[in-house]
């Protein structure tokens, strides 16, 4: 089958994070001709809707020969919800003239089918190819790729060199690949105070004006000036949220929430400690969930393979960039040299994700020559 059916089959599965079941069977179904040994396990033991929640992944590896070097597709199958409003359904794959209509079209189902179309037209003899294959990145990702990578360390699975098919492309397929990403830490500040009467305030401690003060001096921090690959980390403040029903009642607390992304000159204990250093200072308190840590590839073999590869098929240089959020590649790149690219994203997320049918083929041919020149010795 094409890139294009192989899409629509994937498409056409029901799998808003977590996704299980129905996705990875058409998967499944789909490498298992190809000659791949395929490993499906579900990791998570909470409630539906917790972070907690099971959560399906699938390592699929065809294995070359003894001493080859081993080459890794990895992605996503599960999707945000589609929302309303949508011109077809969702879920029911639509051509209609040069674009194909769906949940998933370019992030990330149209990829993997590029994936699944490429290593068709890839020997076996060639090397080693894997798919890591998780369904939950759109989610709280606690039980989706860093599983895989614990399935991985345990069997002595190790790949030589992994592509994230995330849409990195921006105006036209090929146009930017991603070498690395920025790091994310969410901060949660709370100031405790004492409730009273607005006409006592000797009797209370209104906690809002250290809050404002705090989120002053956090507002006009500046943490760095960019590197050479990233940008300057930028701190915004995101919620702000005092619980407070009475107009002439001094609250009892006051909260924020903060979003740091961040270069490769922090890391996300240095901005934990600094930001808590803040927060005690104003008599608060601040808990600190880190995303991912920053990461980068540098330029070289791997980066310039996939120049080649994009030049060859399109006629144009990839930019390398770092830019945009986060993606799985912040847990990938313990395991190996990492870098993401993928189809267009301007409709990620969006009502009527679509994706050009054309990009589907040229981008089978782009990750066919990436996986061979990355397997050769």
């Known amino acids: 089958m094409s890139a294009l059916d192989l899409a629509k089959q994937l498409m056409a599965a029901h799998s808003v994070t977590p996704a299980r079941g129905q996705v990875f069977d058409a998967m499944e179904a789909m490498l298992t001709p190809l000659g791949f040994e395929v490993t499906r396990f579900t ?44 011109i077809s359904d969702a879920f029911e794959p639509e051509e209609r003239g040069e674009l194909l209509y769906g949940r998933g079209a370019v992030d990330m ?65 090929g146009d930017m690949m991603k070498i690395g990403r920025r790091g994310s830490v969410n901060i949660w500040l709370e100031v405790q105070g004492t409730q ?66 961040f270069n490769d000159t922090h890391s996300g204990a240095s901005l934990s400690e600094k930001i808590g250093a803040i927060a005690e200072k104003h008599g608060g308190t601040a808990l600190p969930i880190i995303s991912g840590e920053p990461f980068l590839t540098p330029p070289g073999e791997f980066s310039d393979i996939i120049a080649g590869a994009v030049k060859a ?39 009527d994700e679509a994706v050009a049918i054309e990009d589907l083929s040229t981008l089978s041919r782009i990750y066919a020559r990436i996986a061979k020149d990355a397997l050769a010795p």
Request: charged residues 20%; proline residues 8%; aromatic residues 6%.
């Open 196 to 261: 009273g009467h607005v006409a006592y305030p000797h009797l209370a401690d209104n906690p809002i004006p250290k809050l404002v003060a705090m989120l002053a001096e956090l507002d006009a921090l500046v943490l760095d000036e960019g590197t050479d690959w990233f940008q300057p980390s930028n701190l915004e403040i995101t919620e702000i949220d005092i619980p407070n029903h009475a107009h002439n009642v001094i609250p009892a607390r006051a909260k924020a929430r903060l979003s740091i992304r």
């Open 109 to 173: 189902k149209g990829s993997i089918a590029c994936m699944v179309d490429a290593v068709a037209n890839v020997p076996a003899e060639a090397g080693t190819i894997s798919f890591i294959i998780t369904g939950d990145e759109e989610g709280p990702a606690l039980h989706g790729t860093r599983a895989l990578i614990d399935y991985m360390k345990a069997e002595g699975i190790r790949p030589d060199l992994c592509l994230v098919g995330e849409p990195t492309s921006v105006n036209r397929l």
């Open 43 to 86: 990791r998570g033991e909470g409630e539906q809707g917790t972070p907690e929640e099971a959560v399906e992944n699938l390592f699929a590896i065809r294995r070359g020969p003894a001493g080859s070097r081993h080459f890794a597709f990895a992605g996503h199958l599960d999707v945000v919800p589609p929302g309303d409003g949508w």
């Open 313 to 351: 098929e399109t006629g144009i240089d990839p930019e390398p960039s770092t830019t945009g959020g986060t993606s799985d590649a912040r847990f990938l790149r313990a395991v190996c040299p990492v870098i993401e690219f993928g189809l267009c994203n301007a409709t990620m997320h969006k009502r």
